[in-house]
């Protein structure tokens, strides 16, 4: 690993692989290098290139939480050519890892407010990064809701989380699926009405939503209606990325570069070109 | 220090001298198309030809494929070993200020804020000599772009063909230096810069193709949502990355790794927002659309890169209307935007 | 020609008879022209026919999924009967306009001829059998035949093969297949290691723009093999083995396709004599298959289907 070549990768060791549901896994893991792991810092939101040696780079958020710096984690949906090798991980299999890039949740932002957090499918793993630390700060907020869904029982990630949130009194934790199955006894549901059901007050309040662009789509709006403006509504904005610091093109949507301006958003920032792009 | 010039017959000897420290790179066709090559004596006689290159200078600081690094998987795992250029000093001759332009145009791009160390220690290690241009071509639009094709301020010296001799003029203190160290050149007279000055613009004069680029950005911002505008001059287009790749200020570009997992390369390469993949994500693409791809080129270049450093990302070289099999025309674009 | 094509273009979309036209407008560049498409019948008036219409068009209407009214030459009508063939565009929905032509004008070989570039031409007129070029104000004259694609001048189709109108009268094909093919058989005659070197060579010069197979009327895959990854058929950056790999792969693909139109050639910016294998891939379908791509439109596509007479075992 050489000192200044933002291309270099660190080694990494996987600690442990947990698979989430049938094309979602979570990877814990570690620097090689412990005088690295000691210099290293990141913030929720931000995310970084994972390589695997001879197949290639991806881009995910680091979805653990920087007051929990034991290890690292990330999530990955097999979905390409990279997702796939990434989901051949075995524990002590390494791979290569630089960032942390882009932006981060707006913690000054958050502060004293009550948050509403409200996610999808895999859109999870970077609100709960910011989840638990909000939960290690606890006393810095306001009431806190956590609204999650997934398609099916089956397609629920990081149930652990859910579970632990839904014990606890930290926060408010509200669990839906498009469609249940036979074990199935809790909430049925899209999120956009189940949000509008559970009706948060927009007083004093902050919503932060992530998952994919439909669910976004109709969530902005049932926030909308719910009385939160566009400067009360935070986000993470999905592109295809490569470079991970605003060279390479690939993320680039009006003058900003999704990965290096981003990838996370104020509503009202990227409310100009988000209806025509996306 | 003075300008200085030289007899065209004397440009082998001075090409000869200056190849024995470093390595001079000048325009050759030796390939079946214009480009930097290495000085040698038999591709001396670029003078009489030699317009632009077909690929443009960026290709000499940002190449279409460049190794980055190497990983080899040994019994203590992966190691991983940085591939930077080679520290070698070259001199480019014959650089047009159009060129010279638009490398410093993306050189602002890729110093920002996360430096890229391929591009900038090849840009640390050339010395550019300008050649400006007395005869521009057909498709030549610099002198809409705040450039002027006999002008830069962007090379290290300025050649000015004079006929019989070429005047050396000193830009950067790089420069300078260099011509210091140059033999076989004489001074030149105050008559000498008077009469390249009388070319200069006769060159700016002879520049038909023009834009108007004044208010630009708003232009583009409030047609933006305009569809049928783009999907009208979009039509031809057949969605090739020529105009990106022969373009001197596109720079965008894709990260592979040599299919091995034991021991490969990891290469970036050319890559172009012509192509539908270049946005493909597994559940989307904003720019499946072939218009969408042609608007975001052209919105990046004259609205966001202008936007973000103050400068259009087109230096109106003209090579991407001379190149498109198609004749998809930028001047007619922007031309068409203006008059929306 | 340029007249009556105005008029029967007019006349279409006047009836209602195709939803566009498709045919050659004035370039932007000297001595070039662009792809006109137009559904405007204002715009029809920039209809241009002339020694200098080299696109091949017959790319258009499957991208365009509407009612065309395209203009054609001879060798481009092969590459739309090839793709009527092979069902990417309806017959019904296509209105050919014919255009008999002599051949086209390449003009790096004017440059290369008279020692000028283009930028000091003023004007190419042609006389007769010859063309007369005015470059720097002073007039060369230079045969017609010298002056064409390399294609053109083993045109055995001048007239095209299938049209609804014909815009001017057939032409006789005079084919010079010496000269046309004088530089595959050059290849042809080296060794195989200064052959292999050549190639190497000319593929290092490969920038993968992918003109080449953009503009290929043949190439009309949904999604062609270097997009797919998962496998990695071929890496997707420059280097030289890849780069032959890919146009080696892509020559296949389009066999008994390919009607060299030259089309990949002339849009290859950095020069790769691509025609000559594409070329010679039509002299090896016509030697071992006897057939040729886009004479027929209700020929079977050689490659896309099987015969019980077959004398390989392979298949059956």
């Known amino acids: ?181 036979d074990a199935w006894t809790g909430r049925v549901g899209l999120i956009p009405p189940v949000l509008e059901e559970i009706g948060p007050s927009a007083q004093d309040t902050v919503a932060i939503t992530c998952g994919p662009p439909i669910m976004i789509k109709f969530t902005l709006q049932s926030l909308a209606k719910l009385g939160f403006t566009p400067e009360q509504i935070v986000t993470t904005l999905e592109m295809k990325m490569k470079c991970g610091i605003g060279k390479c093109g690939r993320c680039n949507i009006g003058n900003i570069y999704v990965c290096k301006d981003g990838p996370v958003f104020t509503y009202a920032q990227i409310q100009n070109f988000l209806s025509d792009e996306f | ?148 094709p006999g002008e830069s301020q962007d090379v290290d010296l300025l050649c000015t063909d004079m006929g ?26 105050d008559g000498d810069s008077s009469k390249a000055k009388e070319l200069r613009e006769a060159a700016n004069n002879k520049i038909q193709r023009k834009i108007d680029t004044s208010n630009l950005k708003e232009k583009m911002r409030a047609n933006f949502e305009n569809r049928e505008y783009w999907e009208n001059v979009s039509m031809k287009c057949m969605s090739c990355g020529i105009c990106t790749y022969v373009c001197p200020t596109c720079h965008c570009f894709d990260i592979h790794d040599e299919n091995n997992k034991k021991d490969g390369l990891r290469v970036r390469n050319w890559d172009s927002c012509k192509f539908p993949l270049f946005t493909r994500m597994p559940m989307e693409n904003p720019r499946h659309e072939k218009w969408r791809r042609v608007r975001q080129r052209y919105h990046h270049k004259f609205e966001y890169y202008d936007m973000n450093f103050g400068v259009i990302a087109c230096t109106g070289c003209g090579r991407c209307i001379r190149e498109c099999p198609v004749n998809v025309d930028v001047t007619q674009i922007i031309t068409g935007i203006q008059s929306l | 020609m340029e007249n009556r094509l105005k008029e029967e273009a007019g006349k279409l979309l006047k009836e209602g008879k195709v939803d566009y036209i498709v045919g050659y407008g004035k370039g932007s560049v000297k001595f070039r022209t662009s792809p006109l498409i137009t559904n405007k019948e204002e715009e029809l008036e920039n209809l241009v026919i002339n020694p200098f219409i080299a696109n091949n068009l017959s790319r258009y209407p499957i991208e365009l999924k509407a009612r065309v009214g395209i203009v054609v030459k001879g060798c481009d009508s092969r590459s739309l009967i090839s793709l009527i063939q092979d069902k990417k565009v309806n017959r019904e929905d296509v209105v050919i306009l014919g255009v008999p032509c002599e051949g086209v004008v390449d003009i790096k070989k004017i440059e290369k001829h008279i020692g000028k570039d283009i930028d000091q031409i003023e004007e190419i007129k042609r006389e007769g059998e010859n063309l007369t070029i005015q470059a720097n104000g002073s007039n060369q004259t230079l045969s017609f035949k010298d002056a064409i694609f390399d294609k053109c001048l083993g045109c055995e189709y001048p007239t095209p093969l299938e049209y609804d109108v014909l815009l001017g009268t ?49 190439c009309f895959c949904e999604r062609c093999f270097i997009d797919v990854n998962i496998p ?85």
Not at chain 1, 9 to 31: A, D, L, R, S, Y
Not at chain 1, 142 to 153: E, K, M, N, Q, T
Not at chain 3, 171 to 184: A, F, G
Not at chain 3, 276 to 286: F, G, H, I, T, W
Request: glycine share 8%.
């Open chain 3, 232 to 316: 990695q058929w071929v890496n997707t950056y420059a280097t030289w083995q890849d780069n032959l790999v890919f146009q080696l792969i892509r020559t296949l693909h389009v066999a008994g396709r390919c009607s060299d139109c030259g089309e990949c050639e002339r849009a290859c910016p950095v020069g790769i004599p691509l025609r000559s294998l594409q070329r010679k891939m039509v002299e090896e379908v016509k030697d071992l298959f006897d057939y040729e791509a886009g004479v027929d439109k209700d020929a079977l596509p050689v490659f896309t289907h099987y015969e019980d007479t077959d004398p390989e075992e392979f298949i059956k």
């Open chain 2, 164 to 189: 019989d001799e070429l005047l050396f003029e000193t830009v950067s203190k790089k420069g300078e230096d260099l011509l210091s160290n140059m033999r076989g050149l004489s001074d030149s007279s």
């Open chain 2, 1 to 148: 220090m003075g300008n200085k010039k030289i007899k065209k017959d004397q440009l082998n000897t001075l090409f000869n001298e200056l190849s024995k420290d470093c390595s001079v790179l000048v325009p050759t066709r030796s390939k079946g198309y214009i480009g930097f090559d290495l000085w040698d004596e038999n591709n001396g006689d670029f003078i009489g030809w030699y317009k632009n290159t077909t690929i443009p200078l960026k290709a000499n600081f940002f190449p279409k494929v460049e190794d980055m690094f190497r990983f080899n998987k040994g019994e203590g795992g992966y190691e991983i070993k940085e591939i930077l250029p080679e520290e070698e000093s070259q001199i480019i001759f014959g650089v047009r200020p159009c060129d010279a332009r638009a490398l410093k145009i993306i050189g602002t791009l890729f110093a920002d804020t996360y430096k890229d160390p391929y591009f900038l220690k090849r840009r640390e290690n050339a010395i550019l000599i300008g050649l400006g241009c007395n005869e521009p071509c057909d498709t030549c639009f610099c002198a809409s772009m705040g450039a002027s």
């Open chain 3, 170 to 218: 057939e032409i006789s094909p005079k084919p010079d297949m010496e000269k046309s093919l004088m530089r595959i058989k050059e290849l042809e005659n080296m060794d195989a290691t200064d052959r292999w070197s050549y190639w190497r060579e000319e593929f290092s010069k490969c920038i993968r723009c992918y003109g080449c197979k953009n503009v290929c009327p043949a």
């Open chain 1, 1 to 181: 690993m050489e000192g200044d070549n933002v291309y270099i990768p660190h080694v990494m060791k996987i600690e442990k692989v947990i698979q989430e549901t049938g094309n979602i896994k979570t990877f814990h893991f570690n620097f090689k290098d412990q005088s690295q792991k000691d210099k290293f810092t990141f913030k929720s939101g931000q995310f970084a290139e994972y390589s695997i040696f001879g197949e290639g780079e991806a881009t995910f958020c680091v979805s653990s939480s920087p007051t929990r710096m034991d290890h690292l984690e990330f999530s990955v949906m097999k979905a390409g050519k990279v997702t796939a090798a990434i989901h051949e991980l075995q524990e002590g299999d390494e791979i290569g890892f630089r960032g942390p890039y882009g932006n981060w949740f707006p913690l000054d932002l958050l502060q004293g407010k009550n948050l509403v957090f409200v996610g999808g499918g895999i859109g999870l793993a970077p609100l709960r990064s910011l989840i638990w630390n909000v939960i290690d700060n606890r006393d810095s907020y306001g009431d806190v809701i956590v609204l999650y869904g997934a398609r099916s029982p089956a397609d629920l990630s990081f149930k652990y989380d859910l579970e632990a949130w839904d014990k606890g009194d930290a926060i408010d934790m509200y669990t839906t699926v498009d469609r249940g199955d």
